[in-house]
């Protein structure tokens, strides 16, 4: 098929999301709004004024303006209205399945209590389900914390265990590679929750990075990861064991203009399950249809790949068999519509 792909096209196209900070969905009203509610002075007063502290080309730069705007997140309906914003947002993007990260400790390290924080998020997922989204957590340790504080936040977590589908990690990965996690990777296993961790773009150790995280760890995601195109024998791994690569392509471009279009494109074709997210999309410039549509555009995608990112992505969901096949009939019965 050579079918011109159109955002109309992308739009409809059912889809899950596997790469969101429910953090990075913090738009601009709704920071202005929680300020003011929780009386918290973050210096800006207008959007306009929001918008021009968003200055990074790094991931060390978006750090520095991400977390400081999370003082305005205070109380559980804080949480609450952040969560069910996006999801709104997500029934509109036509995501039919997300699993969202959250950073407890970025709260319970400015005490906010973790119960606090994951009654909003989770109170919000269950009143989402009218829109038709269904949407799970994923506890993420931040990797510039100690492993101690990474060891009481998985211990917070315990009696909140069946609302966490699984463990990620993230934030400056420079110098705290997935190592330095390995036991509460293995408690997290152990009591019953899935694997993912960030490998982000072009690090310093990115391929250790991720061989830690897949032969040493047991990832069954890895989050970017796209530098795993330089060493065919862990793309053979990922190929072979169906390990996901959730990538976000308007994100990459903040670092490398060409989004890692090549590389996305290399790793679908060898058959990776490799899928496209929106990351952090209040900071980013767009939600996930947004996403597909710059790849697809920038990379003159087919309707066939952008078709098999979207399969991919229900694929390297962690859902049911059951309800994977569902979701993979839906796009078949849109694409035959089509
Ligand atoms: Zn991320």
Request: charged share 25%.
């Amino acid at each position: 098929m050579t079918t011109e792909i159109t955002p109309e096209f992308i739009q409809g196209l059912p889809k899950a999301e596997l790469h969101l900070h429910i953090e990075g969905t913090l738009e601009p009203e709704l920071k202005l709004e929680l300020a003011k509610r929780n009386k918290v002075d973050i210096g800006q007063s207008t959007i306009e004024e929001v918008r021009q502290a968003y200055q990074y080309d790094d991931l060390a730069s978006f750090l520095a303006v991400y977390y400081p705007a999370m003082q305005v997140l205070q109380q559980e309906q804080d949480f609450y209205d952040l969560a069910f914003s996006y999801l709104r947002r997500a029934a509109e993007n036509n995501v039919r399945h997300v699993e969202i990260f959250f950073d407890p400790q970025a709260h319970t390290s400015r005490d906010i209590s973790f119960e606090t924080v994951i009654s909003g998020l989770h109170r919000a997922i269950v009143d989402a389900r009218a829109l038709n989204v269904d949407a799970e957590l994923i506890m993420c340790f931040l990797r510039d914390f100690s492993k101690e504080s990474a060891r009481k936040t998985l211990l917070e977590a315990m009696p909140y265990k069946d609302w966490i589908i699984g463990v990620g990690l993230d934030s400056d990965e420079h110098n705290n590679p997935p190592l330095k996690f390995a036991r509460q990777y293995e408690d997290a296993a152990a009591a019953g929750m899935h694997l993912t961790a960030h490998c982000d773009i072009d690090q310093k150790d990115s391929i250790d990075h991720i061989r830690q995280a897949l032969e040493i760890m047991g990832v069954e995601r890895i989050d970017h990861g796209t530098n795993i195109v330089e060493d065919p024998d862990l793309v053979d791994f990922v190929v072979n064991h169906q390990v996901g690569l959730t990538s976000c392509p308007l994100s990459n471009s903040f670092v490398r203009p060409q989004m890692k279009g090549e590389e996305i494109l290399q790793l679908l074709s060898k058959g990776a399950k490799i899928c496209i997210n929106s990351d952090d999309p209040a900071y980013f410039g767009g939600y996930i249809n947004d996403n597909y549509y710059a790849l697809a555009d920038q990379f003159n995608l087919t309707q066939q790949q952008v078709i098999q990112l979207a399969r991919n992505s229900f694929e390297a969901s962690w859902i049911s068999d059951e309800k994977k096949a569902l979701y993979l009939a839906e796009i078949d019965e849109y694409v035959a519509k089509h």
